[in-house]
């Protein structure tokens, strides 16, 4: 069964940067696409971004820029690096095993999340 554990979350002004890891145990960690979500207050869980077995990323819409996903096949762990933040980017942030793309159900294990919050 596959575990993953997202940490790196915390208050920042807007404008800083943060980085978020997630730490997967169980399975084979560098056969595996991963995903990077994230969930305001009364929004949907929105796409941020994923990586690929191979190291290939993609980005949801308006994220490639300010967002950048890596992988350490030897550390077992993916990260997600944000800069110029912003407050509309406060939320919880995922990190899941299994999808490529922006559609939630395509993943099919999930962290818990780690909050992100953004002062102005």
């Known amino acids: 069964q596959v575990q993953l554990v997202e940490s790196g979350g915390g208050l920042v002004q807007a404008g800083g940067s943060l980085r978020l890891s997630c730490a997967v145990s169980g399975g084979t960690f560098s056969r595996f696409n991963l995903g990077w979500f994230r969930q305001a207050p009364g ?12 190291g290939i ?6 994220m490639e820029g300010r967002f950048t996903i890596s992988r350490d096949n030897s ?3 993916v990260s997600l690096r944000s800069n110029s933040l912003k407050p509309e980017d406060t939320a919880v942030y995922y990190c899941a095993v299994g999808g ?10 999930w962290g818990q999340g780690t909050q992100v919050t953004v002062s102005s």
Not at 57 to 62: A, E, H, L, N, Q
Not at 100 to 109: E, K
């Open 43 to 54: 929004k949907e869980r929105e796409f941020v971004g994923a990586i690929s077995w191979s």
């Open 57 to 62: 990323t993609y980005y949801g819409d308006f």
């Open 75 to 77: 550390q077992n762990t």
């Open 100 to 109: 490529l793309g922006p559609i939630a159900a395509d993943y099919n294990s």
